[in-house]
């Protein structure tokens, strides 16, 4: 759990720059290896170094869009090409049958608009895509979509935390504390719909 507390995100960010959070979100958001990185509270941890003139906001902003629509446009691919195969893997040390289970049965409930919402939801953010592409979904769509998405949470998620600390000063020496609120937020919503498909099987 290191690696979310808010001191390693601060040193994450500032040692990666720009091209190692592109790295960091394209696999967060396309390949399925990268489902337990920090998405949410790393592009937080960027907008609050942004606003201390670390990063600027507007490359940085352009870096994480593009990382997030990529990221997405490979899994998209991924699961297009690769089809139904992917449900039978056995379960591995980085793959999980189920997340990508429940990525379908939320592509199922939400339709098109999985892309949108998945985008603020960790793990089915990263499946999503490969689902799409698994069920053929129309790729203009998908792209139209995709852009969208990528681009509410690129902005929702960065410019949280270039805001934030402007309005409160001192939000950078609780960083951990926030980092954790938007855990633990970011865990309600997934967790959510666990709890709810377990009750619809029983």
């Known amino acids: 759990m290191e690696l979310f507390s808010g001191e390693s995100l601060t040193n994450l960010v500032r040692t990666a720059g720009y ?4 790295a ?3 696999a967060e ?3 399925f290896i990268g489902f337990f990185l920090p998405g949410d509270s790393l592009l937080f941890t960027a907008g609050l170094l942004a606003s201390q003139g670390i990063l600027n906001i507007y490359w940085l902003i ?4 593009v990382a997030a629509v990529t990221g997405d446009n490979v899994g998209y691919t991924f699961g297009r090409r690769v089809g139904h195969r992917i449900f039978k893997r056995e379960d591995s040390l980085l793959f999980h049958k189920n997340n990508l289970i429940r990525a379908e049965n939320f592509y199922k409930q939400y339709g098109s608009m999985t892309i949108i919402i998945a985008r603020f939801i960790p793990i089915v ?3 999503a895509p490969i689902v799409a592409g698994v069920g053929k979904m129309e790729y203009k ?3 139209t979509y995709n852009l969208i998405g ?3 949470w690129t902005i929702v998620m960065t410019l949280s935390g270039f805001i934030l600390v402007k309005i409160f000063p001192n939000i950078e020496h609780n960083l951990s504390l926030v980092v954790l609120i938007i855990i633990i937020v970011s865990v309600i919503q997934p967790a959510y719909h666990i709890i709810k498909e377990r009750s619809k099987k029983s």
């Open 24 to 26: 960091i979100i394209f």
């Open 150 to 152: 990528g681009f509410l």
């Open 19 to 22: 091209l190692g959070l592109f």
């Open 125 to 127: 953010r990263t499946f």
């Open 141 to 143: 769509r998908f792209f």
């Open 62 to 65: 352009l870096v994480l869009f």
């Open 29 to 31: 958001s396309g390949l």
